[in-house]
Nanobody
């Protein structure tokens, strides 16, 4: 099982930046995708940015050119650099790890970190 802990959320003005961090612990054997999702009040949880099993990245159209996902294998961490933030980016951001471990599908989440973008 993978344990994920997000940090770095907070209140920021529109146009500002934040960097979210996801500390990864536990076994990552069999994990083939990792990414960031977000969920605004009353809305579903959607993918923001992620790494695929092949190592490529994908982004939601709404954040392309503004957000960058990265990872540091030595530190077991995944990051989300968010620039040019907009009020529409306000949401709880979750780190996700998915794959197959011990023949079982794994889809683990962190507790989330709140990002609030003010006008």
């Amino acid at each position: 099982q993978v344990q994920l802990e997000e940090s770095g959320g907070g209140l920021v003005q529109a146009g500002g930046s934040l960097r979210l961090s996801c500390a990864v612990s536990g076994s990552i054997v069999g994990i083939n995708s990792m990414g960031w999702y977000r969920q605004a009040p009353g809305r579903q949880r959607d993918l923001v940015a992620g790494f695929t099993s092949g190592g490529s990245t994908n982004y939601a159209d709404s954040v392309k050119g503004r957000f960058t996902i990265s990872r540091d294998s030595a530190k077991n961490a995944v990051y989300l650099q968010m620039n040019s933030l907009k009020p529409g980016d306000t949401a709880v951001y979750y780190c996700n790890a998915a794959g197959v471990q011990n023949w079982k599908r794994v889809n683990d989440w962190g507790q989330g970190t709140l990002v609030t973008v003010s006008t």
